[in-house]
């Protein structure tokens, strides 16, 4: 395992239908983090999860959005009903346990809403 | 609410020349970190810093984390076109948290 690795890189999505993103954190990661940018902008936290627990969901919009992480298999990010403005390029990143050992990204996946 | 803000917002510089970024906050934090990211991927781990007024040097590039860990400076010395790429620090919002608070990014492109 070479790192974080996201799926699909590239979604297309016609307005109300549903996005399903796809994050597998690096071996031995337990900590995973979802983060949402739009062009020319920086990184905007949205969750952060641990095995079968959200921690942290003060980035997600109350509605359409949701994720997980089960025991076995990737973390996912789901968008029900897409709207335009869903459109933007979603990191993951994944840690381990601390503060201070810095994150690994994935190399995102670039959401667009037709 | 913790914010990082970064100057400049945009950097073009010649091959050769010297610069440097800042990242900027009211707030104190308990660790902060320099990441590169180039177009159509996600962002790199360049460094961590933890304690106050910490220097750590990476090749060309040298990081400072403010005496008070407000604050971080990102000097590039003889930049290269390698180093085009938007530069993004963060830090973590609190004790307690492993979440990481993303600066507004500075984007640098070195002309050859």
């Known amino acids: 395992n070479a790192g974080v690795m996201q799926n699909p890189r590239h979604l297309v999505r016609r307005r109300g239908q549903e996005a399903r993103l796809r994050c597998s954190p690096m071996k031995g990661h337990s900590h995973v983090y979802w983060y949402r940018q739009l062009p020319e902008e920086g990184l905007k936290f949205m969750v952060y999860l641990q095995k079968e627990n959200i921690i942290d969901e003060s980035g997600m919009p109350k509605e359409r959005f949701s994720a997980e992480f089960p025991k076995e298999g990737p973390s996912i990010l789901r968008i029900q009903q897409v709207v335009r403005g869903d459109s933007a390029a979603y990191f993951c990143?994944?840690?381990?346990?601390?503060?201070?050992?810095?994150?690994?990204f994935g190399s995102g996946t670039r959401l667009t809403v037709v | 609410t913790q914010l990082l803000e970064q100057s400049p917002q945009f950097l073009s510089i010649q091959e050769g020349e010297n610069l440097t970024v800042y990242c900027n906050s009211s707030?104190?934090?308990?660790?902060l970190q320099w990441y590169r990211q180039e177009p159509g991927e996600g962002p790199v781990l360049l460094v961590t810093?933890?304690?106050?007024?910490e220097v750590k040097k990476l090749k060309r590039l040298t990081f400072q984390f403010g005496d008070a860990r407000k604050d971080s400076s990102l000097h590039i010395t003889a930049a290269q076109p390698g180093d085009t790429g938007l530069y993004l620090c963060a830090g973590v919002a609190s004790s307690g948290t492993y979440k990481y608070i993303f600066g507004t990014g500075t984007r640098l492109k070195v002309l050859a």
């Open positions: 810093v933890v304690t106050g007024g």
């Open positions: 707030s104190v934090f308990s660790s």
């Open positions: 990143a994944s840690s381990l346990e601390g503060r201070n050992y810095g994150y690994t």
